[in-house]
Nanobody, 122 residues
Framework: QVQLVESGGGLVQPGGSLRLSCAAY????????MDWYRQAPGKQRELVAT???????NYADSVKGRVAISRDNAKSTLDLQMNSLKPEDTAVYYC????????????????WGQGTRVTVSS
């Protein structure tokens, strides 16, 4: 099996910074796309940032210039550095990975973390 474990959420004041991390564990042969999504109360889950294995990156317009996504393929980790945080960034943030497994059936399959809560408030 494959598990994604997020960390780094919390309460931060407007204008502050947070760094989210996600570690992937299990029967991983390779990880293709890795993404960060978020879901605010009463809203649909939305894509925040995506990074391919070759490190092609895209950001949602709402966070461009304020966040930076990065990954370490050797460690199967994904990070999201968030700066200049706004109250509207408040949400549960989810890590996503598209994984080719070492076991059959190999996939690739989509996996999600359990989410980490970010609250931006004074």
């Amino acid at each position: 099996q494959v598990q994604l474990v997020e960390s780094g959420g919390g309460l931060v004041q407007p204008g502050g910074s947070l760094r989210l991390s996600c570690a992937a564990y299990g029967t991983i042969f390779t990880i293709y796309d890795m993404d960060w999504y978020r879901q605010a109360p009463g809203k649909q889950r939305e894509l925040v940032a995506t990074i391919s294995r070759a490190e092609r990156i895209n950001y949602a317009d709402s966070v461009k210039g304020r966040v930076a996504i990065s990954r370490d393929n050797a460690k199967s980790t994904l990070d999201l550095q968030m700066n200049s945080l706004k109250p509207e960034d408040t949400a549960v943030y989810y890590c996503y990975a598209n994984v080719l497994r070492t076991i059959l059936p190999r996939g690739p399959y989509d996996y999600w973390g359990q989410g980490t809560r970010v609250t931006v408030s004074s």
